[in-house]
């Protein structure tokens, strides 16, 4: 049945900064466990989970190699695999010849008129690497990688916090709004529309957090 209903309200949670001494249950737990309710969705950014499980690289750490300065030429500006750092953490994680072979195919597949083949066979991290100043201070002289178990993460989070749904999200200033681990029973989609104008802080607001306020029965 679709859902008329009015969209439901979003609560950004103002937090501390978080790092990877912090266990990102427990610190959502601390912080919404007085603004949380059974109909509620916690969402989370996908960048902020990964931090806290030390999913980072600092640029000048990485061997830059020819390859990857090649491949990144090919990407748009705006993206993260755009600088040779960017794309040289994306091998180093899901090999350099993958993610060559599929920069080369994806090209290819353009001209067939498929969009989005790079990211599908460059491997799962393609589309969840942000790049220096992607993410919140101090870690924008970072490289972050996806979080590791999202699925797991989230279910997790549902138990602890006895709620609704538990979501991690990737969500950008470009009207960019990707679902990175959603719990069993939580409409994705919906959620990810319902984000859409990005309410989570990247900056000095430090709300990486968000309270999707009786989204059980706009959810329907």
Known sequence: MECTEAKPEII?????????????????????????????????AESVVAITQGRI???????????????CRFIPDYGSLASPHGMQSLMDVE???RVAGALF???????FGQSGAFYKWGGEQTALID??????????????????EPDKVVMKLKERLRCFG????DVNDLKRS????????????KVANLLIDNPFGNASQKTPICIIKNFKQYQG
């Not at 949670?13 to 912090?22: H, N, S």
């Open 166 to 169: 538990a979501v991690i999200a």
């Open 131 to 148: 790049d220096v100043t992607g993410t919140m201070p101090p870690f924008d002289k970072h490289i972050v990688y996806g979080p590791a």
């Open 12 to 44: 950004p949670v103002p937090t501390r900064i978080l790092t990877d001494k912090d266990d990102i249950v427990d610190v959502i737990e601390r912080y919404t466990k007085n603004t949380i309710g059974e109909n509620d969705v916690i969402t989370v």
């Open 178 to 189: 990707r679902i990175v681990g959603c719990t069993a029973g939580t409409d994705g989609e």
């Open 57 to 71: 690289v600092r640029p000048e750490d990485l061997k830059i190699s020819r390859v990857a300065q090649f491949c």
């Open 105 to 111: 195919l994806g090209f290819f597949a353009k001209l």
């Open 95 to 97: 090999g350099k010849w």
